[in-house]
């Protein structure tokens, strides 16, 4: 009895901590829903992925405290010093501005430190020196990047696809404020002349290292999330701060979102899943798929009904270029990750990631796709653009559907008569 006694004592114990723990967390985050928020990837993602490269860990550089210390990556920490240095070194008095850093990181590490309470770092870690290196670092090679300075790094082919890679990680991120207050004792301090031009702004020294992630056509796109003004800010309900890089990335390349759309979004429910035409199967039954020419959103694709012609009637599904290359797979993944653990956060690339998912099942749907347009295939296979679906379909399940208007529509004009002929091309593949 004294045995039970002790166990259930024990257990009312951990019950009550645990308790305390989630009601802070829950008040915390309730209270303050866009503070900014450092996550690590849900393990069912690795768990789902076995089979492929680790698409969630850094391979050159580690930056924040979740992979610092790793034996691989210890060799840039020494570089990432250097690179401080020498953003000190741009300033008027780089001695003062190495204090001033110092202690704005150290006054500031209360603050960081709950951008990681969901990770449950140790108390020993030192944040403010972690943030003061690698926040530094970043905005050393971004400033060079920007400018067009001789750079290592960025003049390394290999070097600077496996840099851009690491720092696009959901588990790669430290906080934007940190990267804005750093920028702003730094490079705004940076002597007029100094300067070839005018002074940038860190969203203009990001976007310009990550120029043309979506591809050529998307490159040169204005952000619509990145507005100044307050009425901007008041239009739309998505335009808030940046957590990290990641999300004004995410942030950039996402649609504009306003009151209209934004009640447009599908409702919570397993509708997706319950659409399986792929790409050959919906020409079968009359769906003809198309590029979207000259479009400056990616996301928005298009369906249109022709006219019918006996029992005969075309449609039209226009879908924006989707360009494939090697960055193309960590970059959605950790975008998809991001969006399942920010449940704030319109889940536009888990729609798309889905829809794509959908639509490729063989290699003859992604030849079909390549033939209009809608894929553009850099990896140098059909092969690998199957692969990347195919592991991607386990993770793309989105929240809530952005395309379920369209989705509906769809799914009307393929009526049953029609998946007759869907069912008898499934057994008949094209050669």
């Known amino acids: 009895m004294a045995m039970e006694d002790e166990l259930s004592n024990s257990i009312t114990i951990m019950m009550d901590d645990s308790r305390e723990k989630t009601d802070d967390l829950n008040q915390f985050w309730w209270s303050e829903p866009w503070y900014p928020v450092m996550h690590r990837v849900q393990d069912v993602f690795r768990r789902q992925n076995k089979e492929s490269e680790d698409v969630y860990s850094p391979i050159t550089v580690s930056i924040g405290p979740l992979h610092r210390g790793k034996k691989h990556l210890l060799a840039t ?3 990432k010093v250097s690179y401080m240095h020498l953003l000190f070194e741009r300033t008027r008095a780089s001695q003062e501005t190495q204090r001033n850093c110092a202690a704005d990181m150290s006054i500031r590490e209360d603050d960081i430190r709950k951008c990681f309470r969901e990770v449950q770092l140790d108390d020993n870690v030192s944040l403010a020196e972690i943030m003061l290196i690698d926040g530094c670092f970043l905005i050393e090679l971004l400033y060079r990047n920007y400018v067009k300075e001789p750079d290592p790094i960025l003049w390394n082919p290999f070097k600077c696809y496996a840099v851009h890679r690491d720092l696009l990680l959901l588990e790669n991120q430290i906080p934007f404020f940190v990267l804005e207050e750093l920028f702003c004792l730094t490079v705004e301090c940076i002597p007029k002349y100094k300067h ?7 969203t203009e020294c990001i976007l310009s290292f990550f120029e043309g992630m979506m591809g050529p056509e998307n490159a040169k796109r204005e952000c619509k999330g990145m507005m100044d003004s307050e009425n901007a800010k008041a239009e739309c309900k998505y335009e808030r701060p940046p957590h990290h890089i990641l999300h004004l990335l995410h942030m950039h390349y996402s649609p504009y979102v306003n009151e209209d759309n934004w009640n447009a979004w599908g409702p919570r429910n397993n509708e997706v899943a319950e659409f ?26 298009k369906f ?18 989707f360009y494939i ?18 449940p704030c956060l319109p889940n536009i690339f888990t729609s ?10 063989t290699k003859d749907d992604v030849e079909l796709l390549e033939e209009a347009g809608i894929i553009r295939n850099s990896l140098g296979s059909r092969e690998a653009v199957l692969h990347i679906f195919k592991d991607m379909r386990k993770n793309a399940v989105p929240r809530n559907f952005f395309y379920n208007q369209l989705w509906t529509e769809l799914k ?3 009526t049953p008569s029609r998946t007759f002929y869907t069912m008898f091309s499934y057994h008949h593949p094209r050669n």
């Not at 039954?285 to 020419?293: C, R, W």
Request: proline share 6%.
């Open 304 to 321: 249109s009904v022709g006219p019918r012609f006996w029992l005969l009637q075309r449609s039209q599904l226009e879908i924006p270029p």
């Open 77 to 79: 920490e020494a570089v």
């Open 412 to 414: 009307e004009f393929c």
């Open 276 to 301: 399986k035409f792929s790409a050959t199967q919906l020409d079968i039954v009359g769906v003809n798929l198309k590029e979207v020419v000259n479009s400056q959103n990616r996301f928005d694709l």
């Open 325 to 342: 290359d090697e960055s193309t797979e960590p970059f959605l993944r950790n975008l998809i990750a991001f969006e399942q653990c920010s």
């Open 352 to 361: 798309h990631a889905s829809l794509m998912c959908i639509l490729i099942h």
């Open 196 to 202: 070839k031009g005018s002074i940038p702004t860190l």
